[in-house]
């Protein structure tokens, strides 16, 4: 296919709509797109259901990769559960879109969280691994989201988050959010306080 390009002037953002095919997955049919761009070097996707120019209000989640709970399913988060139940909702609608961005750890990287891992074993939570660190405990930014998003002819989406950080990202850069739906998965010993930092330190939503 003939590549599409988008760009951002007040950034040099290019971001190119690059391959495109079908995807039946144990959750439902998909589409599937890949995504390049010149600020990070990686290959972002998304997951998408329907015709999706100029539709509004269409279902969608931004997903940042977790390789130990999307691949190994690990405990120590909620992100794998997350993925899966916006994977089987979708599979039911007739438009929607999951980005899966290559933000792993929050924007920190595989090798950073797995010491940050190690660091909230010895009693820091979450927040205070990544500080200790030397990083912000949240670095993922959403223009490569919102670009994507324009990309796909989205005109207005309805957000499955429980993170404010990324309403305000996808709307600084021009995407209408319509509304929010909530994607509140079930705790387990592992991540419940995790979970509650999330809550009480990053403003996430969660009931």
């Known amino acids: 296919m003939d590549q599409q390009e988008i760009k951002q002037n007040r950034d040099s953002v290019c971001v190119a709509l690059v391959s495109r095919a079908h995807l039946p997955t144990r959750f439902g049919e998909f589409d599937i797109s890949i995504f390049e761009n010149n600020r990070d070097g990686k290959e972002h996707l998304a997951i998408t259901r329907g015709?999706?120019?100029?539709?509004?209000?269409?279902?969608?989640?931004?997903?940042?990769?977790?390789?130990?709970?999307?691949?190994?399913?690990?405990?120590?988060?909620?992100?794998?559960?997350?993925?899966?139940?916006?994977?089987?909702?979708?599979?039911?609608?007739?438009?929607?879109?999951?980005?899966?961005?290559?933000?792993?750890?929050?924007?920190?990287?595989?090798?950073?969280?797995?010491?940050?891992?190690?660091?909230?074993?010895?009693?820091?939570?979450?927040?205070?691994?990544?500080q200790a660190l030397g990083f912000q405990d949240d670095l993922r930014t959403y223009e490569m989201a919102a670009s994507m998003l324009r990309l796909l002819s989205v005109k207005s989406i309805v957000l499955f988050t429980n993170n404010p950080q990324k309403i305000d990202g996808l709307t600084d850069n021009g995407i209408t959010v319509v509304r929010r739906e909530k994607i509140v998965m079930p705790s387990n010993p592992y991540n419940i306080d995790y979970l509650d930092t999330k809550k009480k330190k990053a403003g996430h939503l969660l009931d």
């Open 51 to 130: 015709k999706l120019e100029a539709a509004t209000e269409v279902a969608v989640r931004v997903h940042s990769q977790c390789q130990t709970g999307d691949i190994f399913g690990s405990l120590r988060c909620d992100c794998r559960d997350q993925l899966e139940h916006a994977l089987m909702t979708f599979s039911r609608l007739d438009k929607a879109v999951l980005l899966y961005l290559k933000q792993e750890g929050r924007g920190i990287g595989l090798a950073n969280k797995i010491r940050a891992y190690h660091l909230q074993e010895q009693g820091l939570d979450t927040v205070e691994a990544n």
